[in-house]
């Protein structure tokens, strides 16, 4: 059975606290500076933006390619690893078993979740996709909708052109580390607060 709908409106004084907490926080003393080619995650904005990914991204699990996609959008905020959304027509939705949890990103909106399963196997909550946009920042996050992310920890690979991607540390994150990234990435015990 679904979750309950998520009232925005309701919410939108939390939001709002929840993005201001995000003003002056402390960076880490140990930021690593991109060499040409690399990528700060502290370079990324926070609110996040939407970027178009200029490389073929693809998906595996239980000996079966879940996604392929040259039209993938990327979510890049700071500290974190860039989390990658692919459209439902790249995704092998047929794999996809609706799961009742939801969350709420305070600045993204709200996230309803998939099991993924092929065969005997099954990966519960692995899967997301941006279910109500929040809007009024003109972030463009509507544009993910209709599109899905997949946590790479529980994915057998992940891949971003040549690169086979690494999870972001930590069980709460969906992001995907790639060579050309510098940190420190978000996700160790401590870090929750960048």
């Given at each position: 059975?679904?979750?309950?709908?998520?009232?925005?409106?309701r919410l939108?004084p939390?939001?709002q606290t929840?993005?201001?907490?995000?003003?002056?926080r402390?960076?880490?003393?140990?930021?690593?500076t991109p060499t040409p080619?690399?990528?700060?995650?502290?370079d990324?904005?926070?609110p996040p933006r939407?970027e178009a990914v200029?490389?073929?991204?693809?998906v595996?699990?239980?000996?079966?390619r879940?996604?392929?996609?040259?039209?993938v959008?990327?979510?890049?905020?700071?500290a974190s690893a860039?989390?990658?959304y692919?459209?439902?027509?790249?995704?092998?939705t047929?794999?996809l078993?609706?799961n009742?949890h939801?969350?709420?990103?305070?600045?993204k909106g709200?996230?309803?979740y998939?099991?993924?399963?092929?065969?005997?196997r099954?990966?519960q909550?692995a899967?997301f996709?941006?279910?109500?946009?929040?809007t009024d920042?003109?972030m463009?996050?509507?544009?993910l909708?209709?599109?899905?992310?997949?946590?790479p920890?529980a994915?057998?690979?992940?891949?971003?052109?040549a690169?086979?991607?690494?999870?972001?540390?930590?069980?709460?994150y969906?992001?995907?580390?790639?060579p050309d990234l510098?940190?420190p990435?978000?996700g160790p015990p401590?870090t929750?607060?960048?």
């Open positions: 059975m679904p979750s309950p709908p998520i009232d925005l409106d939108m939390e939001i929840a993005r201001l907490a995000w003003r002056d402390p960076r880490p003393h140990d930021i690593v080619g690399q990528r700060s995650v502290w990324f904005p926070r939407v200029d490389a073929r991204c693809t595996d699990f239980g000996g079966r879940i996604a392929d996609s040259s039209a959008l990327a979510v890049c905020e700071t860039p989390v990658y692919f459209p439902a027509a790249d995704v092998a047929d794999c078993v609706a009742p939801r969350t709420l990103c305070e600045w709200i996230a309803a998939d099991d993924l399963v092929v065969g005997t099954r990966a909550r899967v996709c941006l279910e109500t946009p929040l920042l003109g463009g996050y509507e544009r909708l209709d599109h899905y992310a997949f946590y920890a994915m057998d690979r992940c891949c971003v052109g690169h086979v991607a690494t999870p972001q540390p930590g069980q709460f969906a992001g995907w580390v790639t510098t940190g990435i978000k401590g929750g607060g960048w």
